[in-house]
């Protein structure tokens, strides 16, 4: 079965620092792109990076600088390092494929919750 | 990096249709045929309704379709059924950075 699995969210202290992991089953990370996008509380979707699958990564100007996002392919894992954590950071954070063939984030994990507070 | 703008409320009774208007730039709608569209329900992901303008997935109904011209993507559902009330946002490519709508609740009356 072709899913993803979030896992690494909690509340940490304003300034702190939190890596989320996304593991993948069905298909492999290193052939796709794979994307973190965030959803605030009451809020809409936020793209926040990106990793092509030449390795390349991309990031929203809210958190260029403070994040960065990497991938393991030995364990199909897709990672979010988090630093220098603010309130507006706080979110669902979903990762999700982007399929080369349709261009599109056509599978989504069921999303890590991240509550950056004092 | 603006999100793109979306109405923030649509509503149709059963049966009818709507269409949902998604506004970018030439940097982004205007400039690739990759606009995609997201389905979401309260308290769950989000899940892919239509990519590249106007193609739908596997097992999405064909009562969704997608279009698009200039910098505006608009995303149509027609027999609008108790099922389609939900959260419903586009998505573009904007030259390696992706940007996502504001977001529409659908609401079925």
């Known amino acids: 079965e072709v899913q993803l699995v979030e896992s690494g969210g909690g509340l940490i202290q304003p300034g702190g620092s939190l890596r989320l992991s996304c593991a993948a089953s069905g298909f492999t990370v290193s052939s796709n792109y794979m994307s973190w996008v965030r959803q605030a509380p009451g809020k809409g979707l936020e793209w926040v990076s990106v990793?092509?699958?030449?390795?390349?990564?991309y990031y929203a100007d809210s958190v260029k600088g403070r994040f960065t996002i990497s991938r393991d392919n030995s364990k199909n894992t897709l990672y979010l390092q988090m630093n220098s954590l603010r309130a507006e950071d706080t979110a669902v954070y979903y990762c999700?494929?982007?399929?080369?063939?349709?261009?599109?984030?056509?599978?989504w994990g069921q999303g890590t919750m991240v509550t950056v507070s004092s | 990096q603006s999100a793109l703008t979306q109405p923030a409320s649509v509503s149709g009774s059963p049966g009818q249709s709507i269409t949902i208007s998604c506004t970018g730039t030439s940097s982004d709608v205007g400039s690739y045929n990759l606009v995609s569209w997201y389905q979401q329900h309260p308290g769950k992901a989000p899940k892919l309704m239509i990519y590249e303008v106007s193609k739908r997935p596997s097992g999405v109904s064909n009562r969704f379709s997608g279009s698009k011209s200039g910098n505006t993507a608009s995303l149509t559902i027609s027999g609008l059924q108790a099922e389609d009330e939900a959260d419903y946002y586009c998505?573009?490519?904007?030259?390696?950075?992706?940007?996502f709508g504001t977001g529409t609740k659908v609401t079925v009356l």
């Open positions: 999700a494929r982007g399929d080369v063939d349709s261009d599109a984030f056509d599978i």
């Open positions: 998505c573009s490519y904007a030259g390696t950075l992706w940007v």
């Open positions: 990793i092509y699958s030449g390795g390349s990564t």
